[in-house]
């Protein structure tokens, strides 16, 4: 299986201020079709998760652009350019290039 | 407005069997893979199983093979996860997923508790 590697696992941010996590794949997440399947998801406290990146860099509906998502072959980033208070939570990266899908360890996310 | 809501979680004895249901709407469901994914207390995700779009092919997660079968009618919008030989490391929050360019939507999900 494609492990997938995140950190830090622990993000104390102030508010307005940037943070960034790091996910590193064991395998290129380059599918034969020529998309990178990596995507982020954030789960807030007492929720299910959210998509919120797929393909490295596209946001999906309604996620603020603040959130930023970068990367290559077995090495991506997820950025919110200023930190809110509604963006405390655990944050995934998931590759769906390999069967079977595997997620991150999660990144908590919270206000310093 | 797409919608999972699963249903069917519960507390049950090691060894035991339970079935998970997933009820969707606001979507032509038909037209999806769908994907069960779970979360024991305080831990990350797991994918634990697939179905293709009209049924006929299944994966599972090494974890749950030949104890959890998934299943689906599309005649009623519902998705499906017979649980049995349940042990205790299947005690987690079991997600209803669906599979368009990975995992856009997600049910509320159902907890299942696997104790004695």
């Known amino acids: 299986d494609v492990v997938m590697t995140q950190s830090p696992l622990s993000l104390p941010v102030t508010l307005g201020q940037p943070a960034s996590i790091s996910c590193r794949s064991s395998q290129s997440l380059v599918y034969s079709d020529g998309n990178t399947y990596l995507n982020w998801f954030q789960q807030r406290p007492g929720q299910s998760p959210r998509r919120l990146i797929y393909?490295?860099?596209n946001r999906d509906s309604g996620v603020p652009d603040r959130f930023s998502g970068s990367g290559s072959g077995t090495d991506f980033t997820l950025k919110i350019s200023r930190v809110e208070a509604e963006d405390v939570g655990v944050y995934y990266c998931?590759?769906?290039?390999?069967?079977?899908?595997?997620f991150g360890q999660g990144t908590k996310l919270e206000i310093k | 407005e797409v919608q999972l809501v699963e249903s069917g979680g519960d507390s049950v004895q090691p060894g035991g069997s339970l079935r998970l249901s997933c009820s969707a709407s606001?979507?032509?469901?038909?037209?999806?893979?769908m994907h069960w994914v779970r979360q024991a207390p305080g831990k990350g995700l797991e994918y634990v199983s697939a179905?293709?779009?009209?049924?006929?092919?299944?994966y599972y997660a090494d974890s749950v093979k030949g104890r959890l079968t998934i299943s689906r009618d599309n005649s009623k919008n519902t998705l499906y996860l017979q649980m049995s030989s349940l042990r205790a490391e299947d005690t987690a929050m079991y997600y209803c997923v669906r599979n368009y360019g990975n995992y856009d939507y997600w049910g509320q999900g159902t907890l299942v508790t696997v104790s004695s």
């Open positions: 393909k490295i860099s």
């Open positions: 998931m590759q769906g290039a390999h069967w079977p899908y595997t």
């Open positions: 606001g979507f032509t469901f038909s037209n999806y893979a």
């Open positions: 179905i293709t779009s009209n049924g006929g092919s299944t």
